[in-house]
Nanobody
Framework: VQLVESGGGLVQVGGSLTLSCAAS????????MAWFRQAPGKEREFVAA????????SYENTVKGRFTVSRDNAKNTIHLQMNNLRHEDTAVYYC?????????????????WGQGTQVTVSS
């Protein structure tokens, strides 16, 4: 089982990035998929999640209206479109998978994790 994130990088304040997470070894169509992030010196925090069929999404308050999570079950991949990026969005972004709808924002509730991709927002 593997989750591999890509698409991170350096972007200016107000800019955009799209992160991708490719899964292998399991079929994401049965899993809730999520993005978390961890800034230096801080705990890992929930960013966004999407249900297995893509019908429902959930976002952390500070990213609502700026970030969009989506999934392509046929390609076993999810994405995070990030617009209007701010300094405080700087973090390592992680992809995660779990099989139930409960505790979406709880890191320990997730079964699989990727290694992360760095997003740095500068002025």
């Amino acid at each position: 089982v593997q989750l591999v994130e890509s698409g991170g990088g350096l972007v200016q304040v107000g800019g955009s990035l799209t992160l991708s997470c490719a899964a292998s070894g399991f079929n994401i169509s049965s899993y809730v998929m999520a993005w978390f992030r961890q800034a230096p010196g801080k705990e890992r925090e929930f960013v966004a999640a999407v249900t297995s069929g893509g019908q429902l999404t959930s976002y952390e308050n500070t990213v609502k209206g700026r970030f969009t999570v989506s999934r392509d079950n046929a390609k076993n991949t999810i994405h995070l479109q990030m617009n209007n990026l701010r300094h405080e969005d700087t973090a390592v972004y992680y992809c995660a998978a779990k099989q139930t709808l409960v505790q979406l924002t709880t890191t320990r509730a997730y079964d699989y994790w990727g290694q992360g991709t760095q997003v740095t927002v500068s002025s």
